[in-house]
């Protein structure tokens, strides 16, 4: 909010009402953000969105969040499958019919083994897209791909466009600063492979606790450029990985959308070069 300080008290309490009363309508100038917590009025008119309620012709939110560009953005709630999204998950059952994936959710995924080119195990890393949710938010997955060589991070879903960033800056920063290809799931789930994870690690939970600050992006370069400094500078970018996420999406939506689908296409391209049993793949 910005105040005239040389004005008198009068236009002061007078730019606070309006101030306030855009705030009611949900309404922001210049990108400026309200913090809302559960049972407060977000917009005053029913908008259908994630983390919030239609009551009495208005939205109420159900979770602590943001209010920004006419939006809101939750800073709290669970995964829930959505056709399209681009998910990671880990193989927990074997069945006839197929697998079962853990999708750091209360609902789980499945893959049937009719659309698989290579067998999993217990245990694996895969990504795949929701291609369809049943009743009950079961997701059926499709476009399979299995992930080595990496760590596993996993934070609040409703936090992943933070962590991509408008038109994927963040991961650009972050990409930049470690040299760590970042693989972002919408489910909350990241992969991270390569370069320096460690330090990726710690500037991804910083993301998660200061989502909901504003000039979150100067923090994170800020102490990505501290930390690199410490330890010599910025590491010499890698030859030619084989898989390099550029990363996708923006900061009002996506998940690491650009990353899946670029990987996978090289992938195929790679299918007919590359034995598939060496998993490099």
């Known amino acids: 909010m910005n105040f005239d300080f040389g004005g008198s008290a009068e236009s002061a309490g007078g730019a606070k009402s309006v101030e306030r009363e855009r705030g009611e309508r949900g309404e922001g100038r210049g990108g400026a ?24 012709g208005t939205t109420i939110a159900s979770v602590v969040g943001f209010v920004q560009d006419d939006r809101f953005v939750p800073l709290k709630g669970r995964y829930l ?26 609902y789980e995924g499945s893959l049937s083994s009719k659309e698989l080119r290579e067998e999993f195990e217990l245990g694996d890393v895969v990504s795949a897209e929701v ?35 408008r038109a994927g800056s963040m991961l650009s920063i972050i990409k ?10 919408k489910n909350g789930r990241l992969y991270l492979r390569g370069g320096n994870t460690t330090l990726a690690t710690l500037a991804i939970l910083k993301i998660c606790r200061e989502a909901h600050l ?9 102490f990505l450029r501290d930390e690199a400094e410490k330890n010599g500078g910025i590491p010499e970018a890698p030859a030619a990985p084989e898989f390099a996420n550029a990363g996708g ?33």
Do not use: C, M
């Open 33 to 56: 953000r309200r913090i809302v917590l559960p049972g407060e009025k977000i917009f005053g008119e029913p908008k259908r969105t994630q983390g919030a309620l239609i009551e009495g």
């Open 176 to 185: 930049q600063y470690t040299r760590t290809d970042v693989s972002v799931g």
């Open 131 to 165: 291609v369809e949710v049943n009743a009950v938010h079961g997701a059926t997955l499709g476009r399979p791909r299995k992930l080595f060589e990496g760590e596993i991070l996993e934070i609040t879903s409703v936090k992943v466009p933070r962590v991509i960033g």
């Open 249 to 281: 999406g923006n900061e009002g939506g996506g998940g690491g959308e650009g990353d899946f689908s670029r990987e996978r296409d090289r992938g195929e391209r790679n299918e007919r070069r590359f034995d598939r049993t060496d998993r490099t793949y």
């Open 81 to 106: 499958p959505r056709v399209g999204d681009f998910v990671i998950g880990i193989v927990k059952d074997e069945r006839f019919s197929g697998y079962l994936l853990d999708l750091n959710s209360p």
């Open 214 to 222: 504003s000039g979150l992006t100067d923090r994170v370069t800020a």
